[in-house]
């Protein structure tokens, strides 16, 4: 039989049976003695008797550190004031600067509404949709010149006993042309002499490509490189492309009030 | 009680002081008992008592709602008067060693005590109870002395002294063996 330990024992004291030794301690005499005189020895010790304080003990006791003890609210004032002064007054500068920002915003925005409005005679309200359109028109304008651009290189270095690669700079010249047209047109309106004469001849060389009798055939590339060279189609091009975002500054500046 | 407590500390956080003199007429008593069984001396039981109040009021912004005051300044007295009994321990605790342990801080010194027959008939038990209790270590004597008179129990008195459950049985373990070994020869008596 395996005996309990003097820990055991004084746990079993303590506990006052509750640790479910008490069964063990019945079966097991040597348990039972040893048992017997801890709790013979802890039952005699008693501390010193405790001195009797009188009922007003507390009152006394309060009574004297009362005088030493600073009001919490003052403290508490003193600690959390500074952090929450602190952070409202983080909260309300934020608060102020994001409606300061937000009323801003909406001014300039109300004020560029009534700039626009003003700067355009109530009688040609309704034609001021028409700014759109001229942006768009640049736009195409400027893919058309590099549709061109692009055309005119394959051109200048088209084999021209390739059919390969001849077939498709026809079909892409009779693609150009439509675009052509129309930034011919509209070059015209805009007074740009110089867009005007370059898209012209532009227009010759892909009639001329589009519409060969007989085809595209070597010769008549050949020619046509040529003529490339001696008129410097495709650097004029190239110049008119370069001149796209100038063009298109000047175009929306002049947009206020007037329609394409 | 402890709604009440904690009204009381409400209203002292809100800046009514004289809110915490309710808290230490509630407290004084049982705060003055564990002052008095640690320190062992009426006038420092008063002084801790004194002082565990004072910490306590400083503390009390930090003091967790859901925490029950009684505890909390209980065990702040406890502390305050393992702290003053520091000072004097090896004084105080040295001469009734068992044997030098430099750990302990204790040394062997001769014994001077008279023998138990002249101490049952000079009624000097409680003296030599009171001796043995002085030989222990403040936190095995305190950890005892909880156990003992204030029927804590090893999670109560773990709190209190700030260490596990299981450390503060072993210091009532080993304050109970000390205490059997140095009150040996009354046996002899019964």
Redesign the interface.
């Known amino acids: 039989m395996t005996h309990l330990s ?2 055991e024992l ?2 079993q004291y ?1 506990s006052k049976g509750a640790d479910g030794l008490g069964e063990h301690l019945k079966d097991c005499a040597e348990c039972a003695e040893a048992y017997a ?2 709790q ?3 039952d ?5 008797p ?2 009797e ?1 009188e009922g007003d ?3 006394k ?2 009574q ?3 005088s ?2 600073p ?4 403290r ?1 004032r003193s ?1 959390l004031g500074a952090g929450l002064w602190r952070t409202l007054s983080y909260a309300a500068a934020c608060a102020v600067l994001v409606i300061g920002v937000f009323n801003a915003g909406r001014l300039w925005e109300h004020k560029q509404q009534g700039s626009t409005t003003a700067s355009i005679p109530p009688k040609t309200q309704a034609p001021v949709a028409a700014p759109p359109p001229q942006r768009i028109v640049v736009v195409v304008l400027s893919d058309h010149l590099d549709r061109s651009e692009r055309f005119l290189v394959e051109l200048k270095h088209a084999d021209a006993d390739s059919e390969e690669m001849v077939s498709p700079l026809r079909d892409e010249a009779r693609s150009l042309q439509a675009a052509n047209r129309i930034c011919r047109e509209d070059a015209k309106k805009n007074d740009d002499p110089a867009l005007t004469k370059a898209l012209d001849r532009l227009d010759g060389v892909l009639a001329e490509l589009a519409n060969q009798p007989g085809g595209l055939n070597a010769a008549a590339l050949a020619r046509l490189q040529d003529e490339m060279k001696s008129d410097s189609l495709l650097f004029e091009v190239r110049v008119l492309r370069s001149r796209i975002p100038d063009r298109q500054r000047t175009a929306s500046n002049r947009s206020e009030g007037d329609a394409i | 009680m402890g709604k009440n407590d904690h009204e009381a500390i409400r209203a002292v956080l809100a800046g009514e002081k004289d809110a915490y003199g309710a808290l230490v007429v509630r407290h004084s008593q049982s705060l003055f008992r564990v002052a008095f069984r640690i320190t062992g001396n009426e006038s420092d039981a008063e002084d801790v008592v004194q002082e565990a109040f004072l910490r306590g009021y400083r503390k009390l912004d930090s003091f967790e709602s859901r925490s029950n005051f009684g505890t909390w300044i209980y065990r702040i007295a406890v502390r305050c008067a393992l702290d003053r009994i520091g000072g004097r321990r090896l004084d105080d605790f040295s001469r009734v060693a068992d044997e030098t342990d430099p750990e302990q801080e204790q040394v062997q010194v001769a014994d001077e005590a008279a023998g138990p027959d002249r101490l049952l008939l000079s009624g000097e038990i409680g003296a030599m109870q009171e001796a043995a209790l002085r030989s222990l270590t403040p936190t095995e004597r305190t950890a005892f002395m909880l156990r003992h008179m204030e029927d804590c129990t090893g999670e109560e008195i773990g709190e209190v002294l700030g260490i596990p459950p299981n450390a503060a049985k072993q210091a009532v373990f080993r304050a109970v063996k000390k205490l059997r070994s140095r009150l040996a020869p009354l046996r002899v008596m019964r």
């Open positions: 003097e820990e004084i746990e303590y005189g801890l013979s020895d802890l005699e010790i008693e501390f010193a405790l001195p304080r003990y507390g009152e006791i309060w004297s550190i009362a030493s003890l009001t919490y609210e003052a508490r600690w």
